[in-house]
C-alpha cells in the first residue's frame, strides 16, 4: 500500500486511489525509488484466564496456539495484496512475529514486523500479518472460549520511504 498522505492537497491528489472519473484504481509508484521500507503491527487478543493458562500449558485441543498463530501471521502478510485490493504486490524479505503472553489483559499481544526494498511501504503487510495471527488465536482456542475478542489492530511504526519515519504516540489497550 501507498504511504498515508501526510498532509497537503498535492500530496493527496497524487496519491489518490481513484481516477479522473472517480473509479478505484491501484496507485502507480513507477516513479517512487526504492528504498528499505518496515512496519511494525501490533493485534491484541483477549480472553479468559483460563484459555491463556491453557495456551501457556500448552494444553488445548487443538494443539499448539503459538506456532499456529506465528505461522498464520506470517502467510497473511506474505498474502496481504490477495486481501486488500488496492495493495501492490511486495517482495517481503522478512516477517518476524512476536507474542508476548500478558496475564494483566488476559491475553497476548502478537506483533509482527514486516520488511522490503520497495517503491512502497508494508504497513499493510505488517497489519494483515498481525490480523492473521489473531484470528488463528481465536480460531485455535474458540472451542474452550467463544467470548475471545481481537483489538486494537494497529500500526505502531513505519521507517522509509517518501514520507518518513512515523511512530504511535500512545500505547493503546
Given at each position: 500500500m501507498?504511504?498515508?498522505?501526510?498532509?497537503?492537497?498535492?500530496?493527496?491528489?497524487?496519491?489518490?486511489?481513484?481516477?479522473?472519473a472517480?473509479?478505484?484504481?491501484?496507485v502507480?509508484?513507477?516513479?517512487?525509488?526504492v528504498t528499505?521500507?518496515?512496519?511494525?503491527?501490533?493485534?491484541?487478543?483477549?480472553?479468559?484466564?483460563?484459555?491463556?493458562?491453557?495456551?501457556?500449558?500448552?494444553?488445548?485441543?487443538?494443539?499448539?496456539?503459538?506456532?499456529?498463530a506465528?505461522?498464520?501471521?506470517?502467510?497473511?502478510?506474505?498474502?496481504?495484496?490477495?486481501?486488500?485490493?488496492?495493495?501492490?504486490?511486495?517482495?517481503?524479505?522478512?516477517v518476524?512475529?512476536?507474542i508476548?503472553?500478558?496475564?494483566d489483559?488476559?491475553?497476548?499481544?502478537?506483533?509482527?514486523?514486516?520488511?522490503?526494498?520497495?517503491?512502497?511501504?508494508?504497513?499493510m503487510?505488517?497489519?494483515?500479518?498481525a490480523?492473521?495471527?489473531?484470528?488463528?488465536?481465536?480460531?485455535?482456542?474458540?472451542?474452550i472460549?467463544?467470548?475471545?475478542?481481537?483489538?486494537?489492530?494497529?500500526?505502531?511504526?513505519?521507517?522509509?520511504?517518501r514520507?518518513?519515519?512515523?511512530?504511535?504516540?500512545e500505547?493503546?489497550?
Amino acid at each position: 500500500m501507498s504511504d498515508q498522505p501526510s498532509g497537503g492537497e498535492d500530496r493527496a491528489a497524487r496519491l489518490s486511489h481513484l481516477d479522473e472519473a472517480g473509479r478505484a484504481r491501484m496507485v502507480d509508484v513507477s516513479d517512487k525509488p526504492v528504498t528499505r521500507r518496515t512496519a511494525l503491527a501490533e493485534a491484541r487478543v483477549r480472553m479468559q484466564a483460563a484459555t491463556l493458562a491453557a495456551i501457556r500449558a500448552g494444553s488445548t485441543p487443538k494443539g499448539d496456539v503459538l506456532t499456529v498463530a506465528r505461522l498464520a501471521a506470517i502467510a497473511g502478510a506474505k498474502r496481504t495484496a490477495e486481501f486488500i485490493p488496492l495493495c501492490h504486490p511486495l517482495p517481503l524479505e522478512a516477517v518476524d512475529v512476536t507474542i508476548d503472553l500478558q496475564d494483566d489483559l488476559p491475553g497476548l499481544c502478537l506483533r509482527v514486523r514486516a520488511s522490503a526494498e520497495a517503491r512502497t511501504g508494508v504497513e499493510m503487510e505488517a497489519m494483515c500479518g498481525a490480523a492473521a495471527g489473531a484470528l488463528a488465536v481465536y480460531d485455535m482456542v474458540k472451542g474452550i472460549d467463544r467470548a475471545v475478542s481481537i483489538g486494537p489492530i494497529r500500526l505502531l511504526e513505519k521507517r522509509g520511504g517518501r514520507s518518513g519515519d512515523w511512530t504511535a504516540s500512545e500505547p493503546r489497550s
